[in-house]
């Protein structure tokens, strides 16, 4: 009833930038907080970013003044711009949404997308 689709990961460079887009689609009454979390090989997911439907924002320390979340309402999009990049930013990066379906808009349901890699070494 509800997608999530990422894209934007790859490849990169230590000190360079990417930009994660993460696109809603379907049946959406509303959506209220979005975020990004990212899981590493043997570790536990972890939350990277949230921002919520005014655009307030709260980020992880590790990617504080590096990471910044952004999201335009009319396209039901979040973002996630990457820059100064380093190794241990590599991980699946999931994109999160906190989502009233317009058959029940009763209560907010928790959406994942399908995970996009984002890979960082030289």
């Known amino acids: 009833q509800v997608q999530l689709v990422e894209s934007g990961g790859g490849l990169v460079q230590p000190g360079g930038s990417l930009r994660l887009s993460c696109a809603a689609s379907?049946?959406?009454?509303?959506?209220?907080?979005m975020g990004w979390y990212r899981q590493a090989p043997g570790k536990q997911r972890e939350l990277v970013a949230t921002?919520?439907?005014?655009?307030?924002?709260n980020y992880a320390d590790s990617v504080k003044g590096r990471f910044t979340i952004s999201r335009d309402n009319a396209k039901n999009t979040a973002y996630l711009q990457m820059n100064s990049l380093k190794p241990e930013d590599t991980a699946v990066y999931y994109c999160?949404?906190?989502?009233?379906?317009?058959?029940?808009?009763?209560?907010?349901?928790?959406?994942w997308g399908q995970g996009t890699q984002v890979t960082v070494s030289s």
């Open positions: 999160n949404a906190d989502i009233r379906t317009r058959t029940d808009w009763v209560r907010a349901r928790d959406y």
């Open positions: 379907g049946s959406i009454f509303s959506i209220n907080a």
């Open positions: 921002i919520t439907y005014g655009g307030s924002t």
